[in-house]
């Protein structure tokens, strides 16, 4: 079906998102792009080239990022948990802001779709439970199926919390306009609230948080321990979520 004159015409006229002026209401949606192949997991200059070429849309949110070293499970995806990378992203975020384009960050932890082999001391992923969740993780060279995580404890929730605190802090300064939480599909978020036995039936509840320079209420129960702890107890104009149900 041909979008009509009058529908495109509304989809390319600009919108207030609280602050942020946006030229129109297309939005990019995260694309894992694997170009930070480093062992820091720095960005480089092939994705602010990247990222500066698609400022055409009135908002991008980044590629999926990791928090902390510990969150990591696919390869070449770049970080936002120390000073480095911080710094880097800044190159990207004046590239896109130079254009008139505004960029929310995507921060990603993939619990226990991981594998030993991403990690330089060969740790187990951490996870909700000790249950492989069965999916296939990219490595350097090619797919490996995930194997059985490392139940979390109380003190490793509560370093999670903690580093999506750290990084969202450092997205902010490093000039993002705002944060995106990946707590949908097989990630870590979503573990929490999977039965994974299940098999024949599996129904995945997609959660993604933005937020933009301010705090959330809590969204996810389930979750609340987390989330009001990354982003506080108060509401935000410019905070939104959004559930969906997906079977395979």
Do not use: C
């Amino acid at each position: 079906m041909n979008m009509s004159n009058q529908a495109r015409n509304a989809l390319l006229t600009p919108y207030q998102l609280g602050d942020l002026s946006l030229r129109n209401r297309i939005v990019m949606a995260p694309l894992t792009r694997t170009r930070a192949e480093n062992p820091g997991h720095v960005p480089n200059e092939l994705m602010v080239e990247y990222y500066a070429q698609r400022t055409s849309a009135g908002l991008t949110i980044s590629e999926g990022t990791w928090v902390s070293e510990e969150a990591q499970g696919w390869y070449g995806v770049p970080g936002i948990y120390n000073e480095e990378q911080a710094q880097a992203w800044r190159r990207v975020t004046d590239a896109v802001h130079a254009r008139g384009g505004r960029i929310f960050v995507q921060l990603w932890h993939q619990g226990g779709v991981s594998h030993p082999s991403v990690y330089p001391d060969s740790r187990q992923p951490v996870a909700p439970s000790a249950i492989n969740p069965e999916q296939l993780v990219n490595i350097r060279g090619g797919q490996v199926m995930s194997g059985v995580p490392r139940a979390m404890s109380k003190e490793d929730i509560r370093r999670t919390v903690a580093d999506f605190k750290n990084a969202s802090r450092l997205a902010l300064d490093a000039g993002f306009d705002g944060i995106q939480l990946q707590a949908g599909y097989v990630y870590l978020f979503n573990q929490f609230l999977h039965d994974w036995p299940v098999r024949d039936i599996l129904w995945m509840f997609h959660f993604d948080v933005i937020h933009h320079r301010g705090q959330l209420s809590t969204y996810l129960r389930p979750m609340g321990a987390i989330v009001p702890s990354i982003y506080g107890k108060s509401g935000d104009e410019n905070g939104g979520g959004e559930v969906v149900q997906t079977a395979r």
